[in-house]
T-cell receptor, first 116, second 116 residues
Framework: DTAVSQTPKYLVTQMGNDKSIKCEQN?????MYWYKQDSKKFLKIMFS???????INETVPNRFSPKSPDKAHLNLHINSLELGDSAVYFC???????????????FGPGTRLTVT | AQSVTQLDSQVPVFEEAPVELRCNYS??????LFWYVQYPNQGLQLLLK??????LVKGINGFEAEFNKSQTSFHLRKPSVHISDTAEYFC??????????????FGSGTQLTVLP
């Protein structure tokens, strides 16, 4: 069974469109994240949610809006897509202390977004 | 604030040879250090981590890393590499284990290519 899954795996769309990427984890974790990996493979945190509450919100354009309907899901909605949004987006999850001693973030397979 | 520098963007090495991937960090607080591996078109997988205790950390697939506080380094090593080790390797640091402090800051990655 997949621990962290993302849909879709590939997303090709035109500038100006609105799109969503979905993430689900079946690990029972209480914290989920979105990362952006650019064309040079540089990874940067975008958002982090703990128990459905936003705890990290890096300097991301407000066209990006995360939505966490429950602890197992963290979706990413992007409005008015721009060429510079083309990247691979990774979802991840982990378990907050004190209920975890391993502190490992589990990553999904990524969604490759191409804006034309 | 914390940062991570991976000194080599690409490391080619012959099969069965030893390899060292270098990572230096800077942080104003206690750090927790990680190495992740990304195989082509996949998400990230944790190789090993340093949270506390012994400075020599052993991970999966025969990798190990040594935390050196005085040199602010966390280099990754493997005594004998295999073709299957070809991947992108990321060093990461966090300043804490809960809340916003547990945010991971990644280095720019090192592409390890194992040659036959």
């Amino acid at each position: 069974d997949t621990a962290v899954s993302q849909t879709p795996k590939y997303l090709v769309t035109q500038m100006g469109n609105d799109k969503s990427i979905k993430c689900e984890q079946n690990l029972g974790h209480d914290t989920m994240y979105w990362y952006k990996q650019d064309s040079k493979k540089f990874l940067k945190i975008m958002f982090s949610y703990n128990n459905k509450e936003l705890i990290i919100n890096e300097t991301v354009p407000n066209r990006f809006s995360p939505k966490s309907p429950d602890k197992a899901h963290l979706n990413l909605h992007i409005n008015s897509l721009e060429l510079g949004d083309s990247a691979v987006y990774f979802c991840a999850s982990s378990q907050e202390l004190p209920h975890s001693t391993s502190y490992e973030q589990y990553f999904g397979p990524g969604t490759r977004l191409t804006v034309t | 604030a914390q940062s991570v520098t991976q000194l080599d963007s690409q490391v080619p090495v012959f099969e069965e040879a030893p390899v060292e991937l270098r990572c230096n960090y800077s942080s104003s607080v206690s750090v927790y250090l990680f190495w992740y591996v990304q195989y082509p078109n996949q998400g990230l997988q944790l190789l090993l981590k340093y949270l506390s205790g012994s400075t020599l950390v052993k991970g999966i697939n025969g990798f190990e890393a040594e935390f050196n506080k005085s040199q602010t380094s966390f280099h990754l090593r493997k005594p004998s590499v295999h073709i299957s080790d070809t991947a992108e390797y990321f060093c990461a640091v966090s300043g804490g284990l809960s809340g916003s402090a547990r945010q991971l800051t990644f280095g720019s990655g090192t592409q390890l290519t194992v040659l036959p």
